[in-house]
């Protein structure tokens, strides 16, 4: 996993070259750069070699799911989102760049992560990317990823219309397990795999299961451990799979997913290493 | 052109149904159909007809820049960015859905823009629509419309490095003229032009005149015939022709550049309407 991880970098920073007005290119760069754990471009990359494609081949995509998703975390830390100065231990963009640069970063991100697909893509044939493109835009936007942080934000202060727990279930689909459904769907797209039912419905076990962990992570996690203020779902009184089944079930439901992913995925070494992962931070 | 007009704001109705989250498609919508002269997509469309093609091929090509063009208003309008509480007469995207949903409908505009691209220009070779998406990667992102965004803001309160007049050229290139120059190469290439060069050049010296005409009208309109809030520049110290060459200056400049527009655009009959359209306005 780690020489994927290392192979994602070294392309990350080779498709962000710096050029002029630099401050741009350099706020873009500064989040996209974090160290973090890659799991999305991981995914899709190590999802294409399952499906006997070529990991090269994937690497644009890969590398635009992680700029997407650096995306999403520079305006989510906006004061205006969920105001937080620090992300993976380090300031956030616009603490580093001011407001205006950041939400200007966050735009040339969600406008330069399709380019490098359309740009690096040169092996695969125009239909193969417009069909990855498709994908993209489809669980990007507002159909996907935006969707779910918009009700993520208006469920907030238990200002929930609907049932709960629908909501919570829509949130976590679209905010969550939408870029990991559209890491793994391109990369077996890339490696030619028509079917892709199985491999979405493990992106929604494995993103619901990420989530949770993520709201049981804000309730028993530390800022050093975590990188980024802790405890803000309580205070935000934000709907969370903790807050609305407690910690215990949470735990449980947890436990119960990743093994459910774990038993799909006995070919993949990578899959039961980032599920091990999610266990080991949990403690479960 | 009012029929184009007409044609333009149908098929935006058409490409952005109002679906769950409704408050994210009402926000998108509400400053993408605000009313307006749709000038960038009326270009696509009619150079796209004066090249030999069919302008139905062109539309959702036209759409998505305006739906980009709406995109740059509403992040602009932002608290952290210009702060402007209207445009177009109206409230501002964020007066009326607040800063959070305003910053993630300007998110989701840009990936619904080239999405509309990709799924509704079935007329269109892969290769094509291929083509079409890497023009509005290159001019709608951080080599396009954001660098100038960037420097425009950078060069607020007189704080601008580097020569004025390459500053203000640059600012204006990017930040107006690239949206033409991606509506008129568009229209060229859907209709099968591979000779791009001379409506890029017509385009930028539209858009830098279009430009010129705002920081004017910036300086002598008022907020009933702007619908927005005027002499913002100056309270800015913001760098515009006005402000760099003075107001006499910018007319004769915009005097000039509008009739060599006139003289290379002899066939056609809206490109005149808008060249027109501009001198009514300025009073030229």
């Known amino acids: ?70 995306q999403t975390l520079i305006h989510d830390d906006l004061p205006c989102m969920d105001n937080d100065d620090y992300r993976r231990g380090k300031l956030s963009n616009h603490k580093v760049f ?40 489809t669980y990007a936007g507002a159909y996907g990823v935006i969707a779910g942080q918009v009700i993520d934000i208006e469920s ?56 949770i962990a993520d709201d049981i992570l804000d309730e028993i996690s530390t800022f050093e451990e975590m990188g980024k203020t802790i405890g803000k779902d309580k205070t935000a009184e934000k709907l969370t799979y903790v807050s609305l089944y407690g910690l215990d079930n949470a735990k449980c439901k947890l436990a119960c997913l990743l093994d459910e992913c774990y038993d799909k995925i006995q070919e993949s070494r990578i899959f039961k290493e980032i599920i091990d992962g999610i266990k080991k931070r949990v403690g479960i």
């Open 1 to 70: 996993m780690n020489n994927m991880i290392n192979l994602v970098n070294e392309n990350l920073e080779k498709y962000m070259e710096i050029v002029y007005p630099e401050d741009l290119f350099k706020s873009m760069r500064y989040t996209v750069l974090l160290p973090g754990k890659r799991l999305r471009p991981v995914m899709c990359l190590e999802t294409c070699r399952m499906k006997g494609g070529n990991i090269e081949d994937a690497m644009p995509t890969a590398c635009a799911i992680e700029m997407l998703h650096a």
């Open 98 to 137: 001011g407001e205006a640069v950041a939400v200007l970063a966050g735009d040339a991100l969600l406008t330069f992560a399709p380019q490098v697909i359309a740009k690096f893509s040169q092996n695969l044939s125009p239909q193969t990317v417009l069909r990855v493109l498709n994908e993209y835009f």
């Open 156 to 211: 907030e202060k238990g200002n929930v219309s609907g049932d709960k727990k629908s909501v919570l279930e829509y949130i976590h689909t679209h905010k969550t397990a939408d870029l990991f459904k559209l890491s793994m769907r391109t990369g077996a797209i890339i490696a030619g795999e028509d079917d892709l039912e199985d491999v979405t419905q493990f992106a929604q076990t494995l993103g619901f299961a990420f989530q």
